[in-house]
């Protein structure tokens, strides 16, 4: 029954974001990490393990001399009161009944015109693709997801279940690009 209902959520939503999506314009290109000077970082984070991936994942775009935000999901109470500040943090209280996020929480991180948008997420979140489709990136990636496609401009299929894991295999295909 709790499959069915989330099937349910996130179809309603995805039929609110494809409206939402009708509202907007952005222009996009290809962006190699090495010419990007702004990351965006979508992820989500269940544990103190995938928060401290995340963290030496954004440490090292910085040592890089890149600006980086993080906007990260969580459904772990215990992360929410322990969150660092260099981070934006939304959980389950700050999502719709429809799996959509509440606008004031993630509009000033949707209004950011990022070189690039990463989203590190390797398994479905609708609260994430939500932002990632309205953010107005210039280049948005994500690992491949057929539900996503349609929402980012470049997905990479992989095995890896890590964030440190497919950060390091994106990393390496950002970098191919000319």
């Given at each position: 029954m709790k499959d069915f209902l989330n099937k349910y959520l996130v179809k309603t939503g995805l039929y609110?974001?494809?409206?939402?999506?009708?509202?907007?314009?952005?222009?996009?290109?290809?962006?190699?990490?090495?010419?990007?000077?702004?990351?965006?970082?979508?992820?989500?984070?269940?544990?103190?393990?995938?928060?401290?991936?995340?963290?030496?994942?954004?440490?090292?775009?910085?040592?890089?001399?890149?600006k980086v935000r993080l906007l990260a999901f969580t459904s772990n109470k215990s992360l929410q009161a322990n969150a660092n500040t260099n981070f934006q943090l939304i959980s389950t209280k700050d999502v719709n009944w429809d799996l959509t996020p509440k606008r004031e929480k993630i509009m000033n991180f949707v209004n950011n015109e990022f070189d690039i948008l990463i989203n590190l997420c390797t398994e479905f979140c609708f609260p994430l693709l939500y932002v990632a489709a309205l953010s107005k990136s210039l280049f948005k990636v994500a690992a491949y997801d057929?539900?996503?496609?349609?929402?980012?401009?470049?997905?990479?299929?992989?095995e890896q279940q890590s964030i440190s894991?497919?950060?390091?295999?994106?990393?390496?295909?950002l970098d191919k690009i000319k």
């Open positions: 609110h974001l494809k409206k939402e999506i009708k509202k907007i314009r952005r222009s996009s290109a290809s962006v190699s990490l090495k010419a990007a000077r702004y990351v965006g970082i979508l992820v989500n984070v269940e544990n103190q393990k995938q928060l401290q991936e995340v963290q030496k994942v954004a440490a090292e775009l910085q040592t890089a001399q890149k057929k539900k996503s496609s349609a929402f980012y401009d470049f997905m990479l299929a992989t894991g497919f950060s390091a295999e994106l990393k390496y295909y």
